[in-house]
C-alpha cells in the first residue's frame, strides 16, 4: 500500500519522498478513490456470480483504511511497477517475435502472445490488491498468475532450446508433476500463513506473530518434510539418469533455501527481507521444476517417435 492509486502513484508518475508533498485530506481522498474502484470491480464479481465475495468486499470498512505514507514503502512499490513495466515490453517483444514463426509452429506464437496478455491482465489484477488493501485472496490470486506466467514462459525456453542428449529419458514424469504439485501445494498454504501475518501486524508485536499462526504455520511447516523427501528423490533419479549436475545441484540448494529460509522467519520473527527471498527461491525451484517436466516429456515424445 506504498502506492494508494494505480497506475501512478499518489498521482504523480514519479512519487513523493516527503509528506509534505501530499495533501492534508490524502487519507480521505484516496480511501474513496480506492472504494469507488473497487465498487468497479464488484460489478464485475457480481457479473461472473461472485455476488457474496461482492458483497463482502464493499461492506468490509478495513478495506478503505488508508495508511500512513511511508517513503520507503512507496519507493518499493513504485520499483516494483517499474519492473512490472519492463518485465511487460519484454514478454510484448518475445510475442513480436514469434509471429514470425506462425506458419511453423503456431502454438509457439499462441502461447507468446498468451504471455503478453497475462502480464496485463497481472497488472490489472495489481491495481485490485492495491484498491482493495491487500485483500488476501486478490494477493493469493496475483502470485499463482505470475507463476502461470513463469510457467509459459519456461516452456518457451524449454521448446526453443536443444535436446539434452537423452538424460532424462528414464526419469518418470509423473515424479516431476507430483514435486510441482506438492510445492505449489505449499505456496497455497504459505500465502494463508501469510494473510495471517498481514491481519497480525496491526494488533500485535512482531515477534508475537509466529506464536499466534496455530495449526495453519504448523502444516505449512510440517509439509515442508514432504517437499523435501520427495525432491532428495528427484535428485537422486536425475543423478542415475546422468542429468546435469549443475541443474541437480542448483535444484537442491534452491529446496534448501526456501526451507532455510522459511525456518530464519520462524525463528527470527519473520524478518522483512526473508519473505521476498523465501517466495523467490520457491518461484525458482517451481521454474526449475517445470523445465524439468517439459524436456521429459519431450524426451519421450522422441522416444515414441523413433
Known amino acids: 500500500m506504498g502506492c494508494p492509486d494505480w497506475p501512478k502513484c499518489f498521482g504523480k508518475w514519479?512519487?513523493?519522498?516527503?509528506?509534505?508533498?501530499?495533501?492534508?485530506?490524502?487519507?480521505?481522498?484516496?480511501?474513496?478513490?480506492?472504494?469507488?474502484?473497487?465498487?468497479?470491480?464488484?460489478?464485475?464479481?457480481?457479473?461472473?456470480?461472485?455476488?457474496?465475495?461482492?458483497?463482502?468486499?464493499?461492506?468490509?470498512?478495513?478495506?478503505?483504511?488508508?495508511?500512513?505514507?511511508?517513503?520507503?514503502?512507496?519507493?518499493?512499490?513504485?520499483?516494483?511497477?517499474?519492473?512490472?513495466?519492463?518485465?511487460?515490453?519484454?514478454?510484448?517483444?518475445?510475442?513480436?517475435?514469434?509471429?514470425?514463426?506462425?506458419?511453423?509452429?503456431?502454438?509457439?506464437?499462441?502461447?507468446?502472445?498468451?504471455?503478453?496478455?497475462?502480464?496485463?491482465?497481472?497488472?490489472?489484477?495489481?491495481?485490485?490488491?492495491?484498491?482493495?488493501?491487500?485483500?488476501?485472496?486478490?494477493?493469493?490470486v496475483h502470485m499463482f498468475l505470475a507463476l502461470l506466467i513463469v510457467l509459459l514462459l519456461v516452456y518457451l525456453v524449454q521448446s526453443t532450446s536443444e535436446r539434452s542428449n537423452g538424460m532424462t529419458d528414464s526419469l518418470p514424469a509423473g515424479w516431476v508433476l507430483v514435486c510441482m504439485a506438492v510445492l505449489l501445494i505449499q505456496i497455497l498454504m504459505g500465502t494463508r500463513v501469510r494473510e495471517m501475518i498481514d491481519q497480525f501486524s496491526a494488533s500485535l508485536a512482531r515477534n508475537n506473530w509466529i506464536a499466534n499462526l496455530g495449526l495453519d504455520f504448523f502444516l505449512h511447516r510440517s509439509f515442508s518434510w514432504v517437499v523435501l523427501i520427495l525432491h532428495v528423490g528427484?535428485?537422486?533419479?536425475?543423478?542415475?539418469?546422468?542429468?546435469?549436475?549443475?541443474?541437480?545441484?542448483?535444484?537442491?540448494?534452491?529446496?534448501?533455501?526456501?526451507?532455510l529460509s522459511g525456518t530464519g522467519m520462524a525463528y527470527l520473527a519473520v524478518p522483512p527481507y526473508l519473505q521476498p527471498v523465501h517466495l523467490f527461491l520457491a518461484t525458482g525451484t517451481f521454474g526449475m521444476l517445470a523445465y524439468l517436466l517439459f524436456e521429459v516429456i519431450r524426451s519421450n515424445k522422441t522416444i515414441l517417435a523413433k
Request: proline residues 3%; charged residues 20%.
Open 234 to 259: 528427484l535428485i537422486i533419479k536425475l543423478v542415475k539418469t546422468q542429468a546435469s549436475k549443475t541443474f541437480s545441484l542448483t535444484l537442491i540448494l534452491l529446496i534448501l533455501g526456501t526451507i
Open 14 to 140: 514519479v512519487p513523493p519522498t516527503s509528506v509534505s508533498e501530499l495533501p492534508e485530506n490524502y487519507k480521505e481522498y484516496y480511501s474513496e478513490y480506492r472504494h469507488r474502484k473497487n465498487e468497479r470491480f464488484a460489478k464485475y464479481l457480481t457479473a461472473f456470480g461472485f455476488d457474496n465475495t461482492a458483497s463482502e468486499l464493499l461492506s468490509d470498512e478495513s478495506v478503505r483504511n488508508e495508511a500512513d505514507f511511508n517513503v520507503v514503502k512507496t519507493w518499493i512499490e513504485y520499483v516494483n511497477r517499474l519492473v512490472g513495466v519492463i518485465i511487460g515490453f519484454l514478454i510484448f517483444a518475445v510475442a513480436v517475435a514469434s509471429l514470425r514463426y506462425r506458419r511453423v509452429d503456431l502454438k509457439m506464437v499462441v502461447i507468446a502472445v498468451s504471455c503478453f496478455l497475462l502480464v496485463g491482465f497481472q497488472g490489472w489484477i495489481g491495481s485490485i490488491v492495491v484498491s482493495t488493501n491487500l485483500t488476501p485472496w486478490t494477493i493469493t
